[in-house]
């Protein structure tokens, strides 16, 4: 299986116009960071999870080809923003591409994409299939996804594991029974947006007790922002096992 993080920021964490923060200025590209999204290759099919408003420039980097699924933790806008550009994929491989998401995403989806629901639809317009998930494990094309709920302040977010690998963005809060469903993950992406309490993300204090708490080998912090610091700077205060992560990261397992 092979991880590629296509975007590691969020709204607030990308650089900023006019911002003249050190990260926003810095000449590091692990500090130059497009909103969070993973491209996830494994048994010969192609899955992204979230389709936020960098979706077109991230599918462009990244050189995606195919796409057989789309995922989403949740209906937030710096996840969804980029799906009208999904007809790029459909045009190449002339189907629908399939949705999953909880029922509310997908009826968020509905409500600001309604031109790719109407009976009478513009040609070149999005075609989607959608599929309804609840916290129970589902297949997608033969690959078995294990939501993981967490809470992100007062929303229901899912985070996913495939195999070995779980990624869970826009969470401040996960329960000790969703806990025993990462554990023995061998690579945790976990969101991290800044070192200062946070109402709806976990904090860098909180990320490093959960994944100690959690005992994975290896984990990277996502969905950070500009607030949190220099990448050269973080990293080395990190133990070990724990890095930030960065747009363009491979992860192969
Ligand atoms: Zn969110
Ligand atoms: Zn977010």
């Not at 220099?230 to 096992?241: C, M, N, R």
Request: hydrophobic share 35%.
């Amino acid at each position: 299986m092979r991880i590629t993080l296509l975007g590691t920021g969020t709204s607030q964490g990308i650089p900023v116009i006019a911002c003249d923060c050190a990260v926003c200025r810095s000449g590091d590209q692990r500090d130059k960071r497009l909103r969070v999204s993973v491209w996830i290759q494994t048994q010969g099919k192609s899955f992204v999870i979230d389709t936020g408003p960098d979706f077109r420039q991230q599918m462009l980097r990244a050189n995606v080809r195919d796409l057989d699924a789309a995922i989403f933790t949740h209906q937030h806008k710096d996840h969804t923003a980029g799906l009208d550009d999904i007809r790029a994929f459909n045009h190449r491989q002339q189907k629908d591409i399939p949705l999953y998401g909880r029922l509310e995403v997908l009826n968020q989806i509905r409500t600001e994409f309604a031109y790719a629901f109407t009976e009478k639809r513009y040609p070149g317009v999005p075609h989607f299939e959608l599929h309804p998930i609840e916290n129970q494990p589902f297949d997608v094309q033969g690959v078995t996804f294990i939501p993981i709920e967490v809470m992100h302040h007062k929303l229901a977010v899912y985070g996913y594991r495939v195999g070995d690998f779980t990624y869970i963005t826009d969470a401040n809060f996960v329960s000790e029974e969703e806990q025993e469903k990462i554990k023995g993950s061998k690579v945790l992406i976990l969101d991290t947006l800044q070192k200062e309490p946070h109402l709806s993300h976990f904090t860098l204090p909180q990320s490093l007790e959960l994944i100690d708490k959690l005992n994975v080998p290896q984990a990277y912090l996502t969905h950070i922002s500009h607030k949190l610091g220099l990448h050269a700077v973080i990293e080395k205060e990190l133990p070990p096992h724990v890095h930030l992560a960065y747009d363009g990261l491979v992860l192969d397992l």
